[in-house]
């Protein structure tokens, strides 16, 4: 498949303490599961459960790449998720 596909999404969890995790995924539903299972991401381990804060897309990968990237240095957009907000698109 090649990457001009839209066919990426960039998704936001957070955890009962408040904290934020940013990747992305072609399911983001399966993704959601391996991180809730310990084998996510090295970070989410044993900082679970987690649930969806926001969900982008769907983007080509360079796309969601470059969208993960702007998302986690976006303090004000990290702020409104940490106090509940949810900004799907």
């Not at 084998?39 to 987690?50: H, S």
């Not at 649930?51 to 240095?73: N, Q």
Request: proline share 4%; net charge positive; aromatic share 8%.
């Amino acid at each position: 498949m090649s990457d001009d596909f839209p066919d990426y999404f960039v998704y936001v969890l957070r955890n009962g303490a408040g904290t934020l995790y940013t990747g992305i995924a072609k399911d983001v539903d399966v993704r959601l599961d391996a991180h809730n299972a310990g084998k996510g991401a090295r970070f989410t381990r044993g900082r679970g459960p987690w649930s969806v804060a926001h969900i982008e897309g769907p983007l080509p990968h360079g796309d969601a790449l470059r969208r993960e990237a702007a998302l986690k240095r976006d303090r004000a957009f990290k702020a409104s998720l940490k106090a509940g907000s949810s900004l799907e698109t």
